[in-house]
């Protein structure tokens, strides 16, 4: 069964869903209560990347090896600060600092706004870091851009990092997953009707659900770097995993797939509170380790 501390995510979901239906604003800025403090963590902030971002420095971490880091939020919201406590676990157990930053939102910037952004970030980091030191990490509509990013810096004759985490992500606009349906009653947020909202937003009236860049399902994935998807089994958007996965492995890139059961979208927010999540981050660490060239 699921843990208590880990219930804590489904619940605050319940809690933005009923919001939502009652026309209360939300508060997404909540969303980082979910994450213990990691000790031995300092934050920096910085505008150096063109855009505010934020320096994760675990002490002790090696100062050539960098994560860049893509916070979820359905493209409308989130911050480097609901998730500077997540990825700063990540940090810590990858032994690596790691980068969070600010990039534009919908429905005041549409596709490729987004994924843009993050692509400008990923081609700063390259004037101080090796492609072969960086990873990218990134939950919900951030670990989309994960895989996004890669095919934009490819397009644009940048090299891909060394290995991708993705949490949850979200890369299926089209919404044709079957465990939208057969999750409905265990994800508690994720609906559907509210998510096909956000995707109309995200693209504004103009963008297609099969714009490669968006939805990286109708892309050429050939070359892409090495990943690891971490998925919940309540959650609806399941399948986005794993068809994303199979066409990753169809296209020959090395691939892995881990699905927490009865753990709903990106449960790692609980770090160091709900031991799966501890576990979750715990198996990307030891995962991206090597590939970052970390003993």
Same mark, same amino acid.
């Given at each position: 069964m699921a843990?208590?501390?880990s219930a804590a995510v489904r619940a605050m979901y319940e809690r933005w869903t009923v919001d939502r239906l009652n026309g209360r604003p939300m508060d997404p800025e909540s969303w980082g209560d979910l994450t213990a403090e990691p000790r031995g963590v300092d934050y920096v902030e910085t505008d150096e990347p063109g855009t505010p971002a934020m320096w994760l420095l675990p002490h002790g971490a090696a100062a050539d090896r960098v994560l860049m880091c893509v916070h979820g939020g359905g493209y409308v919201a989130g911050s480097?600060?609901?998730?500077?406590?997540?990825y700063g676990h990540l940090a810590k157990a990858v032994g690596a600092r790691a980068l969070l930053f600010r990039y534009p939102f919908?429905?005041?910037?549409?596709?490729?706004a987004q994924v843009d952004a993050v692509t400008d970030v990923y081609r700063w980091l390259?004037?101080?870091?090796?492609?072969?030191? +960086?990873?990218?990490?990134? @939950?919900?509509?951030?670990?989309?851009?994960? +895989?996004?990013?890669?095919l934009n810096a490819r397009a644009a004759g940048l090299p891909v990092p060394a290995a991708v985490m993705a949490i949850s992500p979200w890369v299926d606009l089209e919404l044709t997953?079957?465990?939208?349906?057969?999750?409905?009653?265990?994800?508690?947020?994720?609906?559907r009707d509210f998510v096909?909202?956000?995707?109309?937003?995200?693209?504004?009236?103009d963008g297609s659900r099969r714009d490669p860049l968006a939805n990286p399902l109708h892309a050429d994935l050939t070359g892409l770097a090495p990943l690891f998807v971490q998925v919940g089994s309540h959650e609806?958007?399941?399948? @986005?995993?794993?068809?994303?996965?199979?066409?990753?492995?169809?296209?020959?890139?090395?691939?892995?797939?881990?699905?927490?059961?009865?753990?709903?979208?990106?449960?790692?927010m609980a770090a160091g509170r709900a031991p799966e999540a @501890?576990?979750? +981050?715990?198996?990307?660490?030891?995962?991206?380790?090597?590939r970052l060239g970390l003993v």
């Open positions: 843990s208590e501390q480097m600060y609901t998730h500077r406590k997540l919908a429905p005041e910037h549409v596709h490729p390259l004037g101080s870091f090796e492609a072969r030191h +960086i990873a990218f990490a990134g @939950d919900s509509a951030g670990g989309g851009l994960t +895989i996004t990013t890669q997953g079957r465990t939208w349906s057969t999750n409905a009653e265990t994800d508690g947020y994720f609906y096909d909202g956000l995707v109309e937003l995200y693209l504004g009236p609806t958007l399941l399948d @986005d995993s794993g068809m994303l996965v199979d066409r990753l492995k169809n296209a020959g890139v090395e691939v892995r797939l881990d699905v927490f059961e009865e753990q709903v979208h990106t449960f790692q @501890d576990d979750a +981050i715990a198996r990307f660490a030891s995962w991206a380790r090597p």
